[in-house]
């Protein structure tokens, strides 16, 4: 086994995130541009400290996202620019269930991670072509923060210039300003 191991997942997610955002005129600005809203589906995501740096200091996250009976473990790694969110982005499905969700939570605490706060939200999804990509747009609804929408997609590393532009685009569009760069997470923290 090589001892230098090199990920061959290389892709990013480029995103930005806008708060307080009417998410009725949003959806009917995207059902204009061709898009359809999906039905809400609630999002559990718990989060993780690392046993041996600070993850908010490092600008990194480690989550198991539950989402009905689909389970998700997602490291995401820090920020690389100051506009938007774009960092790298590892998501692993794992087997659909709750005992998923609890074993993948024991085996991280077992590991010496710990559990740093939850973030629950209703969040309806919808997929746009726009400038030749496809956008992923989420409608969310967090629980002790407020309405948000994000914009998103997931490319290589050659693509992330030309993937920001095409979001700036769509932003412009839909009348989303203000944008967001600090997660759920950060925000609730934050509040107390």
């Known amino acids: ?7 061959v997942d290389n ?8 708060p307080a955002v009417d998410l009725t005129a949003l959806s009917e600005r995207l059902s204009g541009l061709g898009a359809t809203v999906g039905r809400p589906q609630l999002e559990v995501d718990l989060y993780f400290g690392h046993p041996a740096r600070d993850f908010a200091q490092t600008d990194e996250a ?3 996202r539950r989402r009905g009976e689909s389970v998700f473990v997602t490291y995401k790694g820090p920020k690389i620019d100051k506009t938007t969110k774009t960092r790298r982005e590892i998501d692993l499905p794992l087997p659909p269930g709750e005992a998923t969700a609890e074993a993948c939570h024991g085996m991280l605490v077992a590991l010496g991670f710990r559990p740093v706060g939850e973030v629950r939200k209703s969040r309806r999804k919808a997929h746009l072509d726009w400038e ?9 609804e967090v629980e002790g923060l407020g309405t948000f929408a994000e914009l998103e997609l997931v490319v290589g590393a050659d693509q992330l210039e030309p993937a920001k532009a095409c979001i700036a685009s769509l932003a412009k569009t839909l009348g989303l300003v203000d944008s967001e760069r600090r997660s759920y997470l950060e925000l609730l923290l934050q509040r107390g």
């Not at 086994?1 to 990920?7: A, L």
């Not at 892709?11 to 806008?18: L, P, R, T």
């Not at 030749?132 to 969310?140: I, M």
């Open 1 to 7: 086994m090589n001892s230098e191991y090199e990920p």
């Open 132 to 140: 030749g990509r496809r956008v992923e747009v989420s409608l969310d």
């Open 62 to 64: 480690l989550r198991i």
């Open 11 to 18: 892709e990013y997610e480029v995103e930005q995130k806008f």
